[in-house]
């Protein structure tokens, strides 16, 4: 369910070709990046469609690891559907994944200080998501990954602090 499926591919010389479920929507980036302010409805509409796609996914031991905009395209009733499966990883047991991979803003922290990824980084991908729709801005910045590393951690910290005064 809501995941965009590969049938097809090939390439030449220059190119890969994919041929996907027929997606005419855009994706959400685009909507994001031209100021589309989303209601509460539609956030909870886009983040259902995004969790039950990604509970069908981990229940095939299957980790996304680049959940962003970028990778979530429209059909044309307005679901979304995950795309770009390009660093997905296999989980199985005894088999630990520790690299670094994915999008600065929407990686995990775990994935930040090298430790094992688990479904969580797919989840903490998806609050980003959340965040990004409700406010139009990710909630860690940066003009790299460092930086943007940087502010994730200071913002935990701070956050860590807070809670020990309370």
């Known amino acids: 369910p809501f995941i965009a499926n590969l049938y097809y591919s090939f390439q030449d010389k220059e190119s890969i070709y994919l041929l ?7 994706n959400l980036r685009q909507y994001i990046s031209n100021k589309t ?3 509460e409805n539609q956030v909870q509409f886009i983040i259902s469609n995004l969790l039950l796609s990604i509970e069908y996914i981990h ?8 959940l962003k905009p970028e990778n979530l395209l429209f059909d044309s009733e307005g679901y979304i559907h995950i795309s770009d499966f390009g660093i997905s990883k296999e989980m199985k ?7 670094i991979s994915g999008t600065p803003g929407y990686i995990s922290p775990e994935v930040i200080i090298n430790k094992p ?3 969580v980084s797919d989840f903490f991908s998806i609050g980003i998501i959340t965040y990004e729709l409700i406010f139009g801005v990710r909630p860690f910045v940066g003009n790299n990954k460092n930086e943007i590393a940087q502010n994730m951690m200071k913002k935990n910290h701070e956050k860590q602090n807070q809670q020990g005064r309370i």
């Open 37 to 39: 302010i989303f209601n």
């Open 117 to 119: 990824q688990t479904e």
């Open 59 to 66: 229940n095939c031991n299957i980790i996304h690891r680049d």
């Open 93 to 99: 047991e005894g088999k630990i994944i520790n690299d």
């Open 20 to 26: 996907l479920d027929y997606l005419p929507g855009g």
